[in-house]
């Protein structure tokens, strides 16, 4: 396979104020070389993470940016494994740690501002530099989930982990789904425990020095940390970082490792003064996607958090009419992960909206799953995966929202190479078939096999769950109705609050992304 048949160019990227491109030899968007290892669950990065991070000595570099972090989350379960523990020590150690941490909304509000910043604050004492980044869209946050592990001495350890993870509470859960102990709140109906289905990448090769890119990218970003003067004042009291300083000089990108092409994939909002890497915003995980599945023939398979927004079913169902043979197979979680009067239904409407009209192009070629655990407990899918052929696979920080594509900060990186491809989604397809972990699942089989798992399970539940439970995670995902009234008072939230737009005036009258 050709990469580029596959990848966008720089051009089709639209932002010809970023390094990620220019960097690269002969105009070329994407770096060759990589060896890409997914890392299916919580548990199994946070144990190669925290195994990484331990191995670092005096002279090295850590980078991470996150969404949300608990310092107390335990890497391992055990004492003395937490996140700030880890990085504070590596800190003491003589690693230069950086990180850039969303600053977040309120607490009440189901977000996680004082958990980032006490985050912060512990591995900023220990003599590493933390700072809480505000330098988003009005409305939005900084999403991307990576961490980079550079290595003064040792450059063929050079690693990068990217994709849906943050280092929080709830995340360190393993293929069985019995949750994680150091839980966050959620929806009642995934249990005092919820389980948590996610994936991150391990990354070695040049790709390294693209993720350590984007991370540089945002650190030298010169805007304030907030716009906020009562922010900034409070960070001035506390003693917090009001700007950055300066890194040390990027070391030159590590060795090639593997066969893996890789292209990192992002989204920046059209931000008020603009990124300097990126001044109208960029959209290119819309683009890379769009490209992507106008190559689609036989099945688009996809595990996301959400699956809404008309920009994202234009692309899907396109795809659908164009291609008569074409599958698209789903699995999303059963319901939100809040289940508030004013969260709960906005969430609903937006993803049935997508799905009547993607059943209307491809109709009988749509199915979306739900998965539970061996007690019947639903699986909260935080994973952002999307696989075309066996051929392009994306995992990263992103969901199939407008949100995503438009208005806050992503990272995902994509891969063309059809071992990978099909390794992944056999990977995937095996935990939720109930089959060994080494099984294969064929392309042409995915479909009848994932519909036969689901009937199965879900005959044994409405038969009273008498006989032994049949293999599997995976239950049709079920659609409740929304009342007239509720439709009229949740669309507009919807489409304001939940899945707002971020793109210039421009695109957005032209509908282009």
């Known amino acids: 396979m050709d990469p580029s048949d596959w990848f966008i ?24 070389g990589n060896l890409v290892r997914p890392l299916v669950h919580g548990g199994t990065y946070f144990a190669e993470l925290h195994a990484r991070v331990s191995a670092m000595g005096d002279g090295d570099l850590l980078l991470f940016v996150d969404w949300r972090g608990d310092p107390d989350e335990r890497l391992l ?18 690693v230069d740690v950086r990180g850039l941490v969303w600053r977040s909304h309120w607490d009440r509000l189901a977000f996680s501002g004082k958990e980032n910043r006490h985050l912060g604050d512990e591995i900023n004492e220990a003599g590493g530099e933390v700072v809480l980044d505000m330098r988003v869209r009005t409305g939005g946050s900084h999403h ?6 550079r290595h003064a001495s040792r450059p063929e350890d050079d690693i990068a982990f990217l994709g849906g993870i943050d280092l929080c509470h709830s995340r360190r859960d393993d293929a069985q789904h019995h ?205 952002k995966v999307c696989i075309v052929d066996d051929e392009w696979a994306s995992v990263g920080s992103d969901n199939f929202n407008r949100r995503s594509w438009t208005h806050d900060s992503e990272v995902s990186a994509t891969v063309v190479d059809a071992d990978y491809a099909r390794g992944l989604r056999e990977q995937l397809a095996a935990e939720h078939l109930g089959l060994d972990p080494d099984s294969h699942v064929a392309l042409a089989d995915h479909v009848a096999a994932f519909a036969r798992c689901a009937c199965d399970l879900e005959t044994w539940h409405r038969a009273g769950r008498r006989r032994p439970r049949p293999p599997g995670q995976l239950r049709p995902l079920a659609s409740p109705d929304q009342s007239m009234f509720t439709r009229a008072w949740a669309t507009p939230l919807y489409r304001l609050v939940y899945d707002p737009d971020g793109r210039p005036l421009d695109l957005r009258l032209r509908r282009r992304m």
């Open 77 to 94: 379960g055990d004492p003395g494994s937490e996140v700030g523990t880890l990085l504070a020590a590596a800190a003491r150690r003589g």
């Open 179 to 383: 949750g994680d102990p150091q839980r966050q709140p959620m929806a009642a109906v995934f249990g005092s425990r919820p389980p948590w289905h996610d994936i991150q990448l391990a990354i070695t090769g040049p790709a390294v020095g693209d993720v350590e890119t984007v991370f540089r990218e945002r650190w030298d970003d010169p805007q304030p940390l907030s716009r906020s003067p009562l922010r900034r004042l409070g960070d001035r009291v506390r003693g917090g970082d009001t700007d950055c300083s300066p890194l040390p000089l990027q070391r030159p990108d590590p060795a090639p490792t593997g066969p893996h092409p890789i292209q990192l994939l992002r989204t920046y909002g059209r931000r008020f003064g603009g990124y300097p890497f990126a001044p109208r915003g960029e959209r290119s995980v819309a683009r890379g996607y769009t490209k992507a599945l106008q190559r689609a023939r036989h099945l688009i398979y996809v595990e996301d958090q959400y699956l809404w927004s008309a920009e994202v079913s234009s692309v899907f169902a396109e795809a659908l009419r164009r291609e008569p043979a074409l599958h698209l197979v789903a699995v999303l979680p059963p319901v939100p992960d809040q289940d508030g009067r004013l969260s709960k239904p906005p969430n609903l409407i937006g993803r049935q909206r997508l799905l009547d009209d993607l059943e209307a192009a491809g109709p009988g070629r749509v199915s979306l799953y739900a998965i539970e655990n061996a007690q019947g407990t639903p699986v909260y899918v935080h994973a």
């Open 144 to 149: 991307q989930k990576f961490v980079v592990l």
């Open 9 to 32: 160019s720089a051009a089709e990227r639209g932002n010809r104020s970023t390094r990620l491109d220019a960097r690269h030899p002969r105009g070329q968007a994407w770096t060759d």
